[in-house]
Nanobody, 117 residues
Framework: QVQLVESGGGLVQPGGSLTLSCAAS????????MGWYRQAPGNQRELVAL???????NYAESVKGRFTISRDNAKTTVYLQMNSLKPEDTAVYYC???????????WGQGTQVTVSS
């Protein structure tokens, strides 16, 4: 089993930047995918960005060009660098880890990102 611990959320002004981190409780030897999802009040949880074992990435259209996802395999950690933040980016951001071939997902506790003046 894996536990994910998120950090880096907070309050930022529009146009500002924030970086989220998510560290797994142990080293993963198998191939794995990590990603960030977010859920705003009244909305469904949506995929923000995904990074695969080979560092291929997917981004939601709304964040392309502004957000960058990366991973440090030695630390089993995923990051989300968020630039040019907009009020509509306000949400609780959740880290996810998935091991391909299984339906199980591991989730972080969520970290609040608020973009407001």
């Amino acid at each position: 089993q894996v536990q994910l611990v998120e950090s880096g959320g907070g309050l930022v002004q529009p146009g500002g930047s924030l970086t989220l981190s998510c560290a797994a409780s142990r080293r993963i030897l198998r191939v794995y995918t990590m990603g960030w999802y977010r859920q705003a009040p009244g909305n469904q949880r949506e995929l923000v960005a995904l990074i695969m074992n080979g560092d291929n990435t997917n981004y939601a259209e709304s964040v392309k060009g502004r957000f960058t996802i990366s991973r440090d395999n030695a630390k089993t950690t995923v990051y989300l660098q968020m630039n040019s933040l907009k009020p509509e980016d306000t949400a609780v951001y959740y880290c996810n880890l998935n091991i391909p071939g299984t339906p199980q997902d591991y989730w972080g506790q969520g970290t609040q990102v608020t973009v407001s003046s």
